[in-house]
């Protein structure tokens, strides 16, 4: 690996996909901050509150989408590097043909025109979901094959799926690079992902799982694509992940951030069960959008271990933040901004 030699330098012009997301936010800030000249795609005229105004401030936004070829051909003009974050995240069944069509068929779009506009460098921000299933304890690395059988949500397909593109796009000679994070931790919008977690241990909710994953704070992901990006690495993909920690202990962690109870009754498999189809009958009754899903129900009681060496093997100087130190900023930024509605 080496930086020094690097065609992207703070006068490269860089486009973000999903700039309004919650990692596309961070992965903005992260780029302002250090100088970079930044376009990004949103889809609507509403942008994140957890960001300072004044970083949206000095970017040049494009209202397309993904799918829009025209429009996207014109937001990659004279960039030099793309950051693809833009994905439609759902564990819901009844999703499958938007999930599919924005996750695969948008990325298509995205890796084609960037070999079309000689594009120098584009990371693709994927999932440990395109891993796919894992047996019960196993630790996963980026090694890990994909099977199709043990699969179980569209979304992981998807992001599989919208892999193999980028991976045919690296083939046809783009300089790409793929990471995937694990569950992204951080302050952000808790009406919505993995924020939400933190308005469910806020609201007291009593119950917790067995289950272990890999968790990484949302700062950390940024970071890591500034960095890799300013790198000659290409063809590769990096797992990133900070820690892998039980579900309860996470919950409890972030109770002690509010000081709030800790969840005191165990969901387990069977409860679990009942829990996600209450959830979809109210969700038919009320018609707002449920949380739970059978999926990610199921998967909160999954034992997965998440390997990091090989992103800091190829970033010696990178690091990971301790998850307790990201839960406890996060904690007072979402007492300090907001409250859950």
């Keep these: 690996m080496n930086v020094s030699n690097s065609p992207i330098g703070t006068g490269s012009k860089i486009l973000v996909t999903g700039g309004t997301g919650f990692l596309g936010a961070y992965i903005i800030k992260a780029l302002v901050d250090e100088g970079y000249w930044v376009r990004a795609i949103r889809r609507n005229g509403k942008l994140p509150f957890f960001i300072p105004a004044t970083t949206f401030e000095r970017v040049e936004w494009i209202d ?81 094959p994909w099977d199709e059988i043990k699969t179980e949500t569209n979304y992981a397909a998807s992001k599989y799926h919208a892999e193999m593109e980028v991976w045919r796009a690296i083939g046809e000679g783009l300089n790409a690079i793929i990471v995937n994070p694990s569950l992204v931790i951080g302050y952000g919008d808790w009406n919505n992902g993995s924020c939400a977690i933190f308005k469910s241990v806020f609201n007291e909710f009593p119950w917790y799982t067995n289950g272990v994953a890999g968790f990484v704070d949302v700062e950390d992901i940024a970071r890591s694509v500034l960095l890799l990006m300013k790198t000659d690495i290409q063809g590769e993909r990096f797992l990133l992940n900070g820690e892998n920690w039980p579900f309860r202990q996470l919950f409890n962690s972030i109770a002690d951030g509010f000081s709030k109870k800790h969840p005191v009754w165990e969901a387990n498999p069977f409860l679990g069960s009942i829990a996600w189809r209450l959830e979809k009958l109210k969700c038919l009754l009320t018609g707002k959008k449920s949380l739970l899903t059978r999926e990610n129900a199921k998967s909160a009681q999954g034992v997965t271990y998440y390997e990091n060496s090989k992103i800091l093997q190829y970033l010696p100087g990178f690091r990971f933040t301790p998850l307790q130190d990201t839960i406890r900023l996060a904690c007072r930024a979402y007492l300090e901004n907001a409250h859950p509605k």
């Design 64 to 144: 397309a989408d993904i799918l829009d070829i025209p429009k996207l051909e014109e937001a990659m003009e004279s960039m030099d590097v793309v950051i693809h974050a833009a994905a439609k995240v759902s564990y819901a069944k009844e999703e499958k043909k938007e999930i599919f069509r924005t996750n695969i068929e948008g990325t298509a779009n995205v890796v084609n025109i960037a070999l079309d506009k000689k594009i120098k460098k584009l990371i693709y921000i994927s999932s440990v979901a395109a891993l796919g299933k894992s047996v019960p304890g196993a630790t996963v690395n980026e090694r890990k």
